[in-house]
């Protein structure tokens, strides 16, 4: 973004220094917090962009503890974000989907317990789909015992101090907050710096496009499945049909639900009875931030952000976007709730 005062570009570390001036008290750590995440992230497009050439496609042979194929570029991105988190000294524990327990980083010390899931949509990856990085931020609660502990990290979403994500696509976008709104940053490769793009930006209250696995639809709630149909009837009143998008890639659909409004949904089914998603590195993050641009996040009875883990890898069903398309889906999953699939 152009600064309209002085006609100049605006990068990603000045914005953070900018905005730190909002917080009263601000010791400038999670500034540093968020540039290392900055510098980890042109790293990793980096090499997404010429991974084919270097040969890091393909699987790594090893399973995570979700029991899912690695890909080489995960363990790459999860070896780049807790390295440059390590750095800086400020970050005492990192949870990543790659990682079965937590990682105890160098400073026992540092404030921040940062939840990572370092390459969402790696599935696509050997197809040149657009893929990502998750990334959430909570304050260490018990920051002068000595003794760090895997339950220091059980906090709720709405204990976020800051989340946001990447996206590898057609450009690579940086987009986060940290409870001020949301901003959106692009990488200029040839400078090496992320540009503001925009800032504050809001999702439409409304949109007409649903996203969603319709293979599993035989594995779904009675009200799930009326609310799609509700979806693709005709009704030009309501702008029905919508349009269905599915990239299979949770950064991605969720991008374009920000921008373009909608819901993504990935519910609960008979093969993943607690939902398949991960609360604290996929859906806590992606809630803070859809909320922050004026939408809503359900697990279908929970505000997903007032969810309390008892586990760092556990997982939820997510209905989330424009604030009127979750509203009536909620609708239809409470009308139907006592009805058998």
């Known amino acids: 973004m152009i600064d309209i005062n002085n006609k100049r570009l605006v990068t990603l570390e000045e914005y953070i220094i900018q905005s730190q001036n909002r917080f009263p008290g601000a010791t400038g750590e999670l500034s540093q917090l968020l540039r290392d995440i900055g510098l980890a992230a042109k790293i990793i497009s980096r090499e997404v962009n010429k991974a084919g050439i270097t040969n890091i496609l393909g699987l790594d042979g090893s399973k995570n503890i979700h029991g899912e194929s690695v890909k080489k570029l995960d363990l790459f991105a999860d070896e780049q974000l807790i390295s440059a988190l390590d750095r800086s000294l400020i970050t005492c524990m990192v949870i990543s989907e790659e990682n079965d327990g937590v990682v105890k980083l160098s400073s026992k010390g540092g404030k921040y317990i940062v939840y990572l899931d370092p390459l969402d949509g790696s599935s696509n990856i050997d197809v040149n789909v657009s893929i990502g990085s998750i990334f959430s931020v909570y304050m260490r609660e018990a920051r002068y015992n000595p003794e760090l502990r895997e ?191």
């Open 151 to 341: 339950e220091d990290a059980f906090q709720p979403g709405i204990k976020q101090v800051a989340a946001g994500y990447v996206l590898y696509g057609s450009s690579t976008i940086l987009t986060y907050t940290t409870g001020l709104g949301v901003s959106v940053f692009t990488l200029d490769p040839s400078i090496g710096e992320f540009i503001l793009c925009e800032r504050g930006i809001e999702i439409p209250e409304h949109g007409a496009i649903y996203s969603i696995n319709e293979g599993s639809y035989n594995s779904w709630d009675l009200g799930l499945k009326k609310y799609i149909k509700y979806c693709q009837e005709e009704d030009p009143e309501t702008g029905r049909p919508y349009s269905a998008r599915y990239i299979g890639s949770m950064v991605a659909d969720i991008h374009r639900t920000l921008i373009k409004g909608g819901i993504f949904i990935y519910p609960h089914s008979k093969k993943y009875p607690n939902g398949k998603l991960r609360l604290m590195y996929e859906c806590n993050p992606l809630s803070f931030i859809i909320e922050q641009a004026g939408g809503m996040a359900t697990d279908g009875e929970t505000r997903i952000m007032e969810l309390k883990p008892d586990a760092i890898h556990q997982q939820t069903p997510i209905y989330i976007g424009s604030k009127k398309n979750v509203e009536t889906v909620m609708q239809y999953l409470e009308e139907y709730a006592a009805v058998a699939t």
